[in-house]
């Protein structure tokens, strides 16, 4: 970095000459680097880098102080003093000490020290910095025997050190004033709140400038506290003077420009556009179901100045999905930050999205389009997008997602059936060998046959027993004779190319159909991800392939494509032959019920009575069905209750009510809307036997079961009661390579 040029009469910095150049780094939010070079090549018509981090370049001060007050995605501005290989605490002390830091601050000044990375040697941000303070007031005191103070909150001169884990360490001075996505608007974030460039970087993404330049408008419909409609409106019309004052840092630099800086403050602000639209030309509306998150963005409009550009309805976009006004628009851009993290209770079901897109694809046919959410969730976005981005948004990895509204937007997912034929055919026609996966399959289904020869009629395959294949292979035999097989794809780490993922999961797809000589049309293919709250119940398809099989002498509803397990836990059979077995005669509270398979079984077998407690109405209404099925009416002595279980349980001793078998198998986690707390199985398992405990007869036993990997039951349990571990006794041979994945036991009083 050149030294700029000092007026000696003054001491004051004076305009650098034409031909001083800073060099300077930005930073931008993870995975909008792109974004930000773009953006300060619009606003400085200037040649900008890519880099890594964000953006570079070698620019006069004028130019960079542009940067400074008017890039909205940039999160940091630093200018680099100097670089070199540091392998531990010495040697970065002899980095910091060959710096002159006389040309850059006084003794009377103060300064404050940031840095982030490491190595091996330098692990603690912290420590790294002490040691470049140090080596400064060292200097310092050294020289002149006083030395500057350290100031964090005001700091006359902000540095900055990034270590790479190879060992290079850079020096910088931090031109910026802490991190600029603080604008000074944000009175209250509310849930889940999106950084402000964060928030600016999407709607470069999101193509705003373009659909802001012919006079489109734009639409956030679950707009939260505002942070999009804020930044969109700021893009088009400039900083106002107050914020772009405030981004200057490191004011007792001597290496400032002051009137570079003063004029870039006196000029109009550089926006996204050549430029600025009118303020009553603006076309700016914002939603949301939320009064207190609609309070939260009023506060931060007004704070913001723009009171007059953005407008704001409180609506719940399922119920209006569009304001009257922007279905006159012919340009435009839906943009929002659809609910999760702390919003996660608020999702909706696949089917409520996919109607809601189809609103928006009527009201706003040809806007632009953009939403951000979770990574993590297993539904499938309803519309087809052009670009998918990956970012970070509250320390968690999210998706950004954008595309157009066309009359062939609208994605129609394949269910399990139509999604296995897919990949039969391209298993057959691709290049992928499946043989070892083939091989072990058929080694498998030899060794199963004693379990067909003594009647079973629904069992494991295969479990991921090879690396390359992370997949549970399911077979059927329905009372009609039919088979049928569900392949479900364990989800694969983010690092693995999804292309080479899927002809994976293809030629697996043909290879079990081959090896068991399986119809084609008889196979479905499902992914297995960690569900929450909702999601453990929705529909995930609509193929609606159901099917009769028997256990035992059960007969028992599965359905193969439309949720996320086929309605029958096949590793819990003989849990399920031990409850009916006690239960004959008896009284049973079937707890966490499912779809009440065990209760039918025991039904079946002779229990006088069976109360099956669940909270999903879709569930309880296949227990129903199962009933049926059997010639049993689920009422009088087999009653059915949709309950939340903890509820239940604490209000159950009121009722006076006691029973000689309990089955207990609760959810490993659940965290439902319909929950008054989340369950933690390991956690929770006490309390919950406990209340069991105490509904029990005096010679009644609790049967217990998870499949918690790893589940430990507390010794307390084991003191206060008697415990028989039923967990290998009750383990299927076919599932005999998980045994941790699976605990039960049969408690009784002593």
Known sequence: MSDPVHDESTGEPSRGDQETLWSFEAIAPPGLETALAEELRHLTGAAISDRPFGASGDLPPALVYQVLADSLIAGRVYLPVARGHVDGADSLYALVAGID???????????????????????????????????????????????????????????????????EASLAIELSSGSLHRRGYRTDGGEAPLRENLAAGLLWRARWPRVAAAGGALFDPMCGSGTFLIEAALAVLG???????????????????????????????????????????????????????????????????????????????????????????????????????????????????????????????????????????????????????????????????????????????????????????????????????????????????????????????YDADLPDFKLAVDWYLTEDGETWLDIQEYQAPKQIDPQKARARLAAAAAAAVDALGVDDQHVVVRQRARQSGRQQYGRMGAEHVERVIRERDTRLLINLTDYLDVGLFIDHRLVRDRVAELARGRRLLNLFCYTGSASVRAAVAGASKTVSVDLS??????????????????????????????????????????????????????????????????????????????????????????????????????????????????????????????????????
């Open 617 to 750: 109405n879709t569930y309880l209404e296949w227990a129903e069905r199962n009933f049926a099925l059997n010639g049993i009416t689920a009422d009088g002595s087999h009653r059915l209750v949709r309950a939340d279980v903890l509820r239940w349980l604490a209000d159950a001793p009121a009722r006076g009510e006691r029973y000689d078998v309990i089955f207990l198998d609760p959810p490993s986690f659940s965290n439902s809307k319909a929950m008054d707390d989340t369950l933690d199985i390991q956690r929770d398992h006490p309390a919950l036997i406990e209340s069991c405990m105490r509904l029990l007869t005096p010679d009644g036993v609790l049967v217990f079961s998870n499949n918690r990997k790893g589940f430990t039951l507390e010794a307390v349990m084991e003191n206060r009661f008697q415990v028989r571990d039923l967990s290998r006794k009750t383990l299927p041979k076919d599932f005999a390579r998980t045994p941790t994945r699976r605990y039960v036991c049969e408690i009784r009083r002593r």
């Open 239 to 461: 900083q106002p003077a107050a914020m772009r004052r405030q981004r200057l840092g490191s004011p007792a630099w001597k290496g400032q420009v002051r009137d570079d800086w003063r004029a870039v403050l006196e000029a109009e602000p550089r926006c996204w556009l050549d430029a600025p639209i009118p303020r009553d030309a603006l076309a700016i509306y914002g939603q949301d179901r939320d009064p207190l998150q609609l309070a939260a963005a009023h506060a931060n409009i007004e704070r913001a100045g723009l009171g007059e550009a953005v407008e704001i309805h409180h609506a719940d976009s399922f119920a209006s999905p569009c304001p009257p006004d922007t279905s006159r628009r012919e340009h435009g851009l839906l943009i929002s930050n659809v609910p999760f993290g702390q919003r996660i209770e608020d999702s909706h079901e696949a089917d409520e999205w996919a109607a809601l897109c189809t609103q928006w694809l009527r009201c706003l046919p040809g806007w632009y389009w953009g939403i951000l959410r979770s990574a993590e969730t297993e539904t499938v976005w309803p519309l087809r997008f052009d670009r998918r981005l990956a970012v970070i948004h509250g320390g968690v990895e999210v998706e950004f997602l954008r595309g157009q509204f066309s009359a062939k937007s609208l994605r129609r997912p394949a269910g399990p059936r139509a999604l296995a034929q897919r990949l039969i055919a391209q298993g057959r026609e691709g290049e992928r060998s499946a043989e070892d996966f083939a091989n072990r399959l058929k080694k498998n289904w030899k060794q199963r046959q004693s379990l067909l020869k003594q009647g079973d009629t629904a069992m494991r395959v």
């Open 101 to 167: 830091w006389s040309a850059h601050m006084s003794a009377d000044d103060s300064l404050s020290i940031s840095a982030t990375g490491g190595n091996a040697a330098l692990r603690h941000t912290g420590f790294v910095a002490t040691r470049i303070k140090d080596a400064i007031v060292d200097q310092f005191r050294d020289r002149e025997g006083r030395r500057p103070d350290v100031d964090t909150d005001h700091p006359g001169l902000r540095i900055h050190c990034h270590v790479q884990a190879q060992g």
